[in-house]
């Protein structure tokens, strides 16, 4: 008998797959099969525009002095920042610049503007994302706004609500709501 003297024949291994190999399988099963259990997306958290404003007393007030033509003003804080919210009758201000504005339509309604610039100027800020909702959500007169935000942006019927328009101008119609002219006996 004869002894082996050197080792066993070593096994063929497996071509290790390259990371060019691995992306094209990838996209493949996600192509045919979709997403496993560990690579679904987290769901995106909801979050009510407004509803930090619509039932608190300063904002309460501040919306019947618009609808009443008079003043008030009040501040918030958001962030270690403190924001002066205000309104003279026609007008509802943030930090100075006038965010919401008013037009006489006819002896009992009103047309509500904004303005795109100061939109677009603050729209980083919570407290005045929050703010442009309420404003709309208190005016039930309103019909439903198409005004909507994501990523730090505002968007008017799916559409970046930008000033590139020319035609359109920096002021957007929301539409119109009834004023408060007293009780009638």
């Known amino acids: 008998m004869t002894t082996p003297t050197g080792k066993a024949p070593k096994k063929a ?4 797959q ?17 997403p496993t259990a560990g ?5 995106i958290k ?14 309460q007030s501040l919306m019947t002095a618009f609808k009443n033509g008079s003043n008030f003003n009040f501040t918030v804080s958001d962030k270690n920042r403190s ?12 930090e100075g610049k006038v965010v919401f504005y008013s037009r006489s339509l006819n002896k009992f309604e009103r047309n509500l503007l904004l303005d795109r610039l ?18 709309l959500r208190a005016l039930p007169e309103l019909e439903k706004p198409l005004l909507t935000y994501r990523n730090n ?13 020319p035609e359109h101008g920096p002021n957007l119609m ?3 709501y009834k004023i408060n002219i007293g009780k009638v006996k």
Do not use: C, W
Request: charged share 25%; hydrophobic share 45%.
């Open 13 to 16: 291994k497996a071509k290790a």
């Open 18 to 34: 390259t990371p060019e190999e691995r992306m094209k399988a990838m996209q493949y099963n996600q192509m045919m099969y979709g």
């Open 39 to 43: 690579e679904l997306r987290p769901v």
């Open 46 to 59: 909801k979050i009510d525009f407004g509803a930090a404003y619509i039932k608190h007393p300063k904002f």
């Open 83 to 94: 924001y002066n919210i205000s309104t003279d009758g026609e007008h509802i201000f943030f």
């Open 118 to 135: 100061v939109m677009r100027q603050f729209k980083t800020i919570d407290a005045f994302v929050h703010l442009a909702f309420a404003v």
């Open 153 to 165: 942006e505002f968007f008017l019927n799916g559409e970046e609500l930008g000033i590139e328009t």
């Open 174 to 176: 929301v539409g119109s």
